[in-house]
């Protein structure tokens, strides 16, 4: 199931730094962070989903 990430995003780098995959990057707007879709697993290796629960806004939901 794949994450997106809405425009509440303030580019706080909380969630990228948890990414295990390296799957968020910056979007090509510059102002929100986006998730790679082909990169992302879920995190399916770990326990639970790392990004967001260290969202501070809650902009990463399930798409």
Not at 26 to 54: Q, W
Request: proline letters at 5%; aromatic letters at 4%.
């Amino acid at each position: 199931m794949a994450y997106k990430i809405s425009e509440q995003c303030n580019l706080c780098d909380a969630c990228r730094l948890q990414c295990p995959r390296n799957a968020i990057s910056i979007a090509e707007s510059g102002t929100i962070y986006t998730i790679d879709e082909d990169l992302c697993n879920d995190c399916a290796n770990l326990s639970a989903v790392r990004c967001v629960p260290h969202c501070p806004v809650d902009a990463i939901s399930q798409a």
